[in-house]
């Protein structure tokens, strides 16, 4: 079964400082993985997909995320955090090969301070 | 070009009522996806459509029930509601159910049951 864990459920960070919210996910098959992006009374907006070609996949707004299969983690990054970025963010999962049904993290809350 | 559609943004339903939620899909995708997202929680899977039928369902009773049009457009039942149902509701468009296709998202529906 597939499955999609974020570890930590809020995170704060000053802004200017780096961010990272991390995701670990469990898939018998090779995975699709994406992160999405949620701000208040908006729909879910993608940030970046990875679908096995390049590891390290590059995003919207400065946001990237590195698949690394051993470790079965997919971790969001950004060097400089701004006060735009706070939002709710998922890491999503979908079965390859298959239709298109996302499993979504139980999300991670992104404060950024001034 | 129009995005993902909702219809309405909010809704009040009292118990045992039934409600429909109405999607338009995003110019050129033939696939819509339901999910529910339950405050707090991230978006769960309902179901999908494709080519006017059920294609694949998440873990949701009976009384959910989909429908898609030949536009491509889609709506969402839910019989005999309970409190619990009380979610924002978010569609999504995507092109052949592929999995390595985006999703699209809409805004959602907001349905309070009272």
């Known amino acids: 079964a597939q499955s999609v864990t974020q570890l930590d459920s809020h995170v704060s960070v000053s802004e200017g400082t780096p961010v990272l919210l991390r995701c670990n996910y469990s898939?018998?098959?090779?995975?699709?993985l994406f992160w999405y992006v949620q701000h208040p009374n908006k729909g879910l907006q993608l940030l970046l997909k990875?679908?096995?070609?390049?590891?390290l996949v590059k995003g919207i707004n400065g946001f990237e995320a590195e698949f690394k299969k051993s470790e079965t983690s997919f971790h969001l990054t950004k060097p400089s955090a701004h006060m735009s970025d706070a939002a709710e963010y998922f890491c999503?999962?979908?079965?390859?090969?298959?239709?298109?049904?996302?499993?979504f993290g139980a999300g991670t809350r992104l404060a950024v301070h001034p | 070009d129009a995005g993902v559609t909702q219809s309405p943004t909010h809704l009040i339903k009292t118990r045992g009522q039934q409600v429909t939620l109405r999607c338009s899909p995003k110019?050129?995708?033939?696939?819509v996806s339901w999910y529910q997202q339950a405050l707090g929680q991230g978006p769960q899977f309902i179901f999908q459509y494709y080519e006017e039928e059920e294609r694949q369902r998440g873990n949701f009773p009976d009384r959910f029930s989909g429908h898609q049009f030949p536009n491509y457009s889609s709506e969402l039942n839910v019989n005999a509601l309970l409190l619990g149902d009380s979610a924002l509701y978010l569609c999504?468009?995507?092109?052949?159910?592929?999995?390595?296709?985006?999703?699209?998202f809409g805004a959602g529906t907001r349905l309070s049951v009272l």
């Open positions: 999504a468009s995507s092109l052949r159910g592929l999995a390595k296709n985006i999703q699209y």
């Open positions: 990875y679908t096995s070609a390049a590891t």
């Open positions: 999503v999962v979908n079965l390859s090969g298959g239709y298109n049904k996302l499993i």
């Open positions: 898939s018998s098959y090779s995975p699709s």
């Open positions: 110019s050129g995708h033939d696939t």
